[in-house]
């Protein structure tokens, strides 16, 4: 699913292919899941790359911050990203 915000195509995380870039829009979360994607980069407007996926689709591996995270899909569903070309 995704929506229109301020001119831009807002998607979730989990929707982006592999080698596509974003932007962080917002996270969807509260208590201990936001706080462990804020500690690990996961900010408004911060860039990243969706670098691979695994044989069955989950998890996913990011990269953000000159960091490399994996990601469970339940966990990329509540990050709202922009798709960059």
Do not use: T
């Not at 001119?7 to 917002?26: D, P, T």
């Amino acid at each position: 699913m995704s929506i229109i915000i301020a001119g831009c195509k807002v998607v979730q995380l989990a929707e982006i292919e592999s080698g596509k870039s974003f932007r962080i829009v917002r996270i969807n979360a509260g208590g201990e899941i936001r706080r462990r994607l804020l500690d690990i980069g996961f900010i408004k407007n911060e860039h990243g790359r969706v670098i691979r996926e695994a044989l069955l689709k989950d998890p996913i591996e990011i990269e953000i911050k000159g960091s490399k995270v994996s990601l469970r899909r339940s966990e990329a569903r509540i990050i709202d990203v922009e798709e960059l070309d």
